[in-house]
């Protein structure tokens, strides 16, 4: 019999993986059913649908392997990282989907999360008072009108499967909808920030660079909280403190 791995798990959901098989728990049915529909309209490689029983979903494993992920070495050629940002830009200009996504937020509803969660971190003492305020101004850029596009909501580098230079497969759609597509070009390269090239060359248009940076310092600030409260580490070497230090 096929171990069972657990490839991440926290109180919102959990992923499993037996064999070939994703095993995807989420007692939020809404987020599951976005999932679906994603996939389904996507026009990039996306897992098979093997079966849905709430509240789990099943999907295929993919051929290759991640790029890496946040915290840990990058893998990959230029290549491959460019053929990435191929596949974002095939997405991005895709027809839009019916719902707004993670990457959708309003601007003023961003921005009043963004202020609180900026004076929590400071209050509790979670990341000193300069850092916060430092990166509170970088993101300010990210901050403007955007044109909607297909974006996935959660792009990050360990959910893109590559082999060789050719992109397999992208998983987790459940943050999926219109959204800032250079919010999904910022998760993918959070981090990673030596391979930014790579992926707007694939991308093949012009791209600001301080509103990468924007998202970046925006994203992080956002996640620092939710990591400690949920059992993740966002103090480890090349994770979202140490992004948040490279804005200074």
């Given at each position: 019999m096929d171990e069972v791995e657990v490839v991440v798990?926290?109180?919102?959901?959990?992923?499993?993986?037996?064999?070939d098989v994703f095993l995807k728990v989420d007692a939020d049915q809404a987020r599951i059913d976005v999932e679906v529909e994603a996939m389904s309209l996507a026009p990039v490689p996306t897992p098979?649908?093997?079966?849905?029983?709430?509240?789990v979903l099943a999907i295929a494993a993919l051929p290759g392997t991640t790029l890496g992920r946040l915290g840990g070495p990058s893998t990959g050629s230029p290549a491959a990282?460019?053929?990435?940002?191929?596949?974002i830009r095939n997405l991005h200009e895709a027809p839009l989907p019916p719902l707004p996504g993670r990457a959708g937020r309003s601007v003023v509803a961003l921005a009043a999360e963004l202020d609180d969660e900026c004076e929590s971190l400071v209050t509790n003492g979670v990341l000193p008072t300069d850092l916060v305020t430092r990166n509170r101004q970088v993101a300010e850029a990210?901050?403007?009108?955007?044109?909607?596009?297909f974006t996935h909501g959660d792009l990050q580098i360990a959910h893109v499967f590559v082999d060789g230079d050719e992109v397999t497969g992208i998983?987790?759609?459940?943050?999926a909808g219109q959204g800032d597509a250079l919010y999904d070009l910022a998760t993918f390269t959070l981090g990673?920030?030596?391979?930014?090239?790579?992926v707007i060359a694939g991308y093949g248009t012009d791209v600001d660079l301080d509103?990468?940076?924007?998202?970046?310092?925006?994203?992080?600030?956002?996640a620092v909280r939710w990591l400690i409260e949920h059992g993740f580490d966002p103090f480890a070497p090349g994770c979202e403190v140490d992004v948040l230090r490279a804005r200074r």
């Open positions: 798990a926290h109180s919102e959901r959990a992923t499993l993986r037996v064999g098979e649908v093997l079966w849905r029983k709430p509240p990282w460019a053929a990435a940002g191929a596949a990210a901050l403007r009108p955007w044109t909607p596009a998983i987790d759609w459940s943050e990673h920030e030596e391979h930014l090239d790579d509103v990468i940076h924007a998202w970046w310092s925006l994203r992080s600030l956002l």
